[in-house]
């Protein structure tokens, strides 16, 4: 059994989620305080965002190597009316990615190319999903790092100088 694939996936899995200094995931989230993470900029909360991230990890994961019952619209009551705190929710998503890190790191090289379901219908290649789920980190790394810096007043975007307001 070859995991060569396999683990170069995974190093990749690890960087967009944690291990990246400057574009991961949790790096993103760890300069934003617990009134960034409520508060709405433009109809958009980075708590919406994570916990969208930490849905779509359940879901994919499941989709791809388990029963197949979870989809996204049994989470909207998660993502958008949850009491749980930004701890919970960071708990979550940590759970998220740990389980579908676990499922991918069972493989073997010659199952990134078998077709598994998704949770739109239809089936991808293993290869395919294990890389929407590391784009997806990596894009929503970047919008909280922008939502936040906009809250904060830390755009330096451009060579503006952060707000003073």
Do not use: C
């Not at 290869?127 to 904060?152: C, F, K, P, T």
């Amino acid at each position: 059994m070859s995991q060569t694939a396999v683990k170069e996936l995974l190093f990749l899995m690890d960087n967009a989620f944690a291990n990246s200094r400057a574009h991961s995931l949790l790096n993103n989230l760890g300069s934003v305080t617990e009134a960034d993470y409520a508060r709405e900029h433009d109809g958009r909360s980075i708590r919406e965002m994570v916990r969208h991230v930490a849905a779509a990890k359940h879901v994919y994961d499941n989709q791809a190597f388990g029963d197949g019952s979870l989809f996204m619209p049994s989470f909207q009551d998660r993502i958008y009316g949850s009491d749980a705190t930004m701890t919970d929710d960071l708990d979550w998503l940590h759970h998220g990615f740990d389980q579908l890190r676990a499922s991918v790191a069972s493989l073997d090289d010659a199952e990134l190319s078998r077709p598994r379901p998704v949770h739109m219908g239809g089936t991808l290649e293993t290869r395919v999903i294990i890389s929407i789920m590391i784009e997806h980190d990596l894009y929503h790394a970047g919008e909280i790092n922008h939502l936040r810096a906009l809250m904060q007043g830390t755009d330096y975007w451009r060579g503006r100088e952060p707000r003073k307001d």
